[in-house]
């Protein structure tokens, strides 16, 4: 189904399994994620690979599942808030499916880069939306207000996460550049309205999402400008080890910030009747667990700037 912009090819590199080959990094998957989505997944890409459907015709169809389960949570039977369920299950197995098809294929590329955290948004704005016009039509007078502060406290607790996980795949599986204001900048200006309209929108919501980040994790970027000083592209065995042993711990913790925490707990206030505490949730329990991992991340990437720093000093 077409071809994906900026398809960046890499040269096949034996897996230990096939699957294993479509993970980012297994130690940053969840174990719902591994037992469950990551199997599915898997399997779906291959099938969308015979098809040779691209990985963004992939995201755009989960989109399209996880927009309608918000619509689902709307109503109040829990029969059709359960049917939202299955089909925010089936988005978030689109939603694995289309990273495991872009490796497995070789098709990895910036639109789909882009595009996959976009469209995820898009799939939490129509739950939160639909949630709060549930709440105002039952009668709660500061529904739009609370649904407000959980979907910008979402929106910072999702992006957090999502950069210390590209940040370890950068610093301590040598992976991909981790995306910076200044690069993004640099490929929002050379886009033209005119002639790459779908591409600079893009960029300019990937800008606005990578600013955010920089500013809550000022450190990270400032680690990866001294590391990249220091060592160019290809970092030292003993940095990315030591990056390793100190951010592992910490993923156990960041997963409590991810899809399938906010699912669990949506499943039991559906069952209970009480989604108003989703939106509590959103704004006690998430961003305290943000506060706390913000620090810690900020203390492990100072103490790995003060490695770097005096190794560098006494060589």
């Known amino acids: 189904m077409g071809s994906d912009l900026g398809t960046i090819s890499k040269p096949a590199s034996p897996p230990s399994s096939a699957i294993d080959a479509t993970y980012k990094a297994r130690e940053i998957?969840?174990?719902?994620?591994?037992?469950?989505?990551?199997?599915?997944?898997?399997?779906?890409?291959?099938?969308?690979?015979?098809?040779?459907?691209?990985?963004?015709?992939?995201?755009?169809?989960g989109g399209v599942f996880g927009v309608v389960a918000g619509h689902l949570y709307f109503y109040q039977a829990l029969a059709i808030n359960l049917i939202g369920m299955l089909f925010h299950v089936i988005a978030n197995v689109f939603d694995n499916a289309d990273g495991q098809l872009a490796r497995l294929t070789n098709q990895q590329s910036r639109t789909g880069r882009i595009l996959d955290p976009v469209v995820d948004h898009i799939v939490w704005l129509s739950i939160y939306v639909h949630?709060?016009?549930?709440?105002?039509?039952?009668?709660?007078?500061?529904?739009?207000?609370?649904?407000?502060?959980?979907?910008?406290?979402?929106?910072?607790?999702?992006?957090?996460?999502?950069?210390?996980?590209?940040?370890?795949?950068?610093?301590?599986k040598g992976g991909s550049e981790l995306d910076s204001v200044s690069r993004v900048q640099q490929e929002y200006r050379q886009s033209s309205w005119r002639t790459n309209a779908w591409s600079k929108l893009l960029l300019r919501l990937?800008?606005?999402?990578?600013?955010?980040?920089?500013?809550l994790l000022p450190h990270v970027k400032r680690l990866q400008e001294?590391?990249?000083?220091?060592?160019g592209d290809v970092f030292p065995t003993w940095f990315q080890s030591h990056y390793q042993t100190l951010l592992r711990p910490t993923f156990k913790w960041?997963?409590?910030?991810?899809?399938?925490?906010r699912m669990l707990v949506l499943f039991v206030l559906f069952v209970i009747r009480q989604?108003?505490?989703?939106?509590?949730?959103?704004?006690?329990?998430?961003?305290?667990?943000?506060?706390y991992l913000i620090f810690r991340q900020?203390?492990?990437?100072?103490?790995?700037?003060?490695?770097?720093?005096?190794?560098?000093d006494s060589a």
């Open 298 to 312: 900020e203390k492990i990437s100072r103490s790995l700037i003060r490695s770097v720093t005096k190794r560098t």
């Open 131 to 172: 949630l709060g016009l549930r709440l105002q039509l039952s009668g709660f007078s500061a529904a739009w207000i609370i649904a407000l502060a959980a979907g910008l406290s979402h929106g910072l607790q999702a992006g957090a996460a999502d950069y210390c996980r590209n940040a370890y795949l950068y610093f301590g």
């Open 254 to 261: 960041w997963s409590l910030l991810m899809t399938n925490t």
């Open 275 to 291: 989604p108003v505490w989703f939106f509590w949730f959103e704004i006690t329990a998430g961003n305290l667990l943000l506060v």
């Open 206 to 215: 990937y800008l606005n999402a990578v600013h955010e980040q920089e500013l």
């Open 29 to 61: 998957e969840g174990i719902v994620d591994l037992a469950f989505y990551r199997r599915i997944g898997f399997g779906l890409a291959q099938f969308f690979a015979r098809l040779n459907f691209t990985p963004t015709a992939v995201t755009l169809i």
């Open 226 to 231: 001294i590391a990249k000083r220091n060592f």
